[in-house]
């Protein structure tokens, strides 16, 4: 079982920069695949980045740029940091941990944190 707690939202002017984090509590963080999506009001939820627990990173084809993830396994956190913010990105970003145990994936997910891009 992974609980996981996002924080670092909040209201930016676009062409700021934000850093959100992703604290994980439980066991094995280091063996899950971590990602982070978000889901803007009346939309769907996608995917925005993740990293495997190697610590290799991928990215939607469309956000590549802007956006960088990463993980510390010393501090069962994974970070997400946003650079030049435009309101497009104005959505709920939610964290991810999945893992897959003998054919079996394991789900967990956060509450999310609010980002706004406004002036």
């Known amino acids: 079982q992974v609980q996981l707690v996002e924080s670092g939202g909040g209201l930016v002017q676009p062409g700021g920069s934000l850093r959100l984090s992703c604290a994980a509590s439980?066991?094995?963080?280091?063996?899950?695949?971590m990602g982070w999506y978000r889901q803007a009001p009346g939309k769907q939820r996608d995917l925005v980045a993740a990293?495997?627990?190697?610590?290799?990173?991928s990215y939607a084809d469309s956000l590549k740029g802007r956006f960088t993830i990463s993980r510390d396994n010393s501090r069962n956190t994974v970070y997400l940091q946003i650079n030049s913010l435009e309101p497009e990105d104005t959505a709920v970003y939610y964290c991810?941990?999945?893992?897959?145990?003998?054919?079996?994936?394991?789900?967990?997910w956060g509450q999310g944190t609010q980002v706004t891009v406004s002036s």
């Open positions: 991810n941990a999945r893992r897959l145990i003998w054919a079996v994936t394991y789900d967990y």
């Open positions: 439980g066991s094995s963080f280091s063996s899950y695949a």
């Open positions: 990293i495997t627990s190697g610590g290799s990173a």
